[in-house]
């Protein structure tokens, strides 16, 4: 099959196709016809040797695919069939034609679904839903104010739009005039510039001089140490990456004097680390997100898609600071 094979630590613009063997179906996995695989600034960051993990070699980069079922091992069970449509999570495997997921790791879509915009509820919404409602995170309900940095981005885009229809009234920032309309299009209330010197004064301003209840932060670097300036007292924070490439320190005596809750999420634990105890969890946010996908009510924004020969120039796309949307390829 054709794969992006990787043997070395290597730039994103040089990866390549080049052929590999299938995977093989174990007795609790499922093998899938790969349609759709989205690139991501984390995955760039894997193939140059610069992530929190590093597989040995040879490996097959890629941890969402999205396709239709064409083996299912003998004890997958869950009622799968050949054929079904399905999305699913792997640590490792996806930009390929074929790849294996365990059985838990495996999701239903509705038929009929495009694969391309269904690959954003595993790269951005699963992680965003789970912050913002589970009640050891965010929680956060109907009529509180939310802070979204990089709005237009797709962790942020996504938490712009989970929060419309969870009932919170949304302060996002983006870098552009363009990224801060399109944020204002799917839901946010107000949009400020991604200036984290004003970020405090601009925010207060919009909330009545009151600050937020929550703020969801996928830039980190000095935004994220003003967002905690932002917040209310007994407000709550959570970082979902660090695309400043800027991972900031927290100040500790801002978290004290306003009794603030910082949370962490790192959704591959759930997923994947511990999924035996997490699977019900977990395949609850994606059954949620999966109905609102059918019915419309979300709208992951498909920026480019690309064969699979053109895996370099998808990670370009990535670096394009004007786009919005998932970019993906296509095996």
């Known amino acids: 099959m054709r794969a992006v094979v990787i043997r070395d630590w290597t730039e994103p613009g040089a990866l390549a196709v080049s052929d590999a063997p299938p995977p093989v179906c174990g007795p609790d996995d499922v093998r899938i016809a790969v349609r759709a695989v989205p690139v991501s600034h984390a995955l760039g960051l894997l193939v140059q040797g610069r992530y929190q993990r ?9 941890n969402t695919v999205a396709g239709e079922i064409v083996e299912i091992g003998a004890a997958a069970g869950r009622g799968f069939r050949v054929g079904q449509p399905v999305l699913a999570s792997v640590e490792y495997g996806g930009l390929a034609e074929e790849a294996v997921a365990h059985a838990a790791n495996v999701y239903p879509l509705p038929d009929g679904v495009d694969f391309a915009a269904a690959t954003a509820l595993n790269t951005s ?9 589970w009640p050891r995170l965010l929680d956060v309900q109907p009529g509180q104010w939310l802070l979204v940095n990089g709005a237009a981005g797709g962790a942020g ?5 989970l929060a419309r229809y969870l009932g919170a009234r949304v302060v996002a920032t983006a870098s552009t005039v363009a990224r801060r309309a399109w944020a204002r299009e799917i839901g946010a209330e107000i949009a400020l510039p991604s200036d984290p010197v004003g970020l405090r004064d601009a925010v207060r301003a919009a909330t009545g001089g009151e600050g937020v209840h929550a703020v969801l932060d996928p830039v980190g670097g000095e935004t994220f140490t003003q967002s905690m300036r932002c917040l209310r007292p007994g407000g709550r924070i959570l970082p979902l990456g660090f695309a400043s490439g800027a991972i900031p320190s927290i100040p500790a005596n801002i978290a004290l004097v306003k009794n603030i809750t910082v949370c ?3 959704m591959g634990y759930y997923k994947i680390d511990a999924r035996a105890q997490h699977e ?22 498909v920026a480019a898609r690309l064969p699979l020969e053109q895996v370099g120039a998808a990670f370009a796309r990535i670096a394009d600071r004007d786009r ?5 390829l296509e095996p």
């Open 280 to 301: 019900a969890e977990v395949r609850a946010i994606f059954e949620r997100l999966g109905g609102w996908l059918a019915a419309g009510r979300i709208r992951p924004r």
């Open 324 to 328: 919005i949307g998932h970019v993906v």
């Open 125 to 133: 919404y699963n992680s965003v839903l789970a912050a913002l409602t």
């Open 157 to 161: 885009s996504a938490a712009v739009e």
């Open 264 to 266: 962490g999420l790192y």
């Open 54 to 62: 590093k597989p040995a070699f040879p490996f097959i980069p890629g």
